[in-house]
């Protein structure tokens, strides 16, 4: 398995923009699909975003499509969200989840690795 390591969290005003990071040990991480994902207090872990091993295709939930990016560097080990025009509800944990393979995570059920998670908050 592959271990990772979000960071980028924090406080923004309704509006603002952030950018998420995801950190990956191991050399075979470009063999992995990636995700973004987020759980509110009281709710589920909900799917954000999904891409492929080779960043040629993207998924997103439609809450967010429009405002959020994924992106990513194999050579740097590293997946991005790219977070503008935050909204309130767009407040969670943000968590990074991996599948070895060619399956897009786009279900919680479909990661094989988590990441400990990052705090997004966004006032109003």
Do not use: H
Not at 104 to 119: E, N
């Amino acid at each position: 398995q592959v271990q990772l390591v979000e960071s980028g969290g924090g406080l923004v005003q309704a509006g603002g923009s952030l950018r998420l990071s995801c950190a990956a040990s191991g050399r075979t991480f470009s063999s992995y699909t990636t995700g973004w994902f987020r759980q509110a207090p009281g709710k589920e872990r909900e799917f954000v975003a999904a891409i492929s091993w080779t960043g040629g295709s993207t998924s997103y939930a439609d809450s967010v499509k429009g405002r959020f990016t994924i992106s990513r560097d194999n050579a740097k080990n590293t997946v991005y969200l790219q977070m503008n025009s935050l909204k309130p509800e767009d407040t969670a944990v943000y968590y990074c989840g991996a599948r070895r393979g060619l399956v897009k995570v786009t279900t919680t059920s479909l990661v094989d690795s988590w990441g400990q998670g990052t705090q997004v908050t966004v006032s109003s």
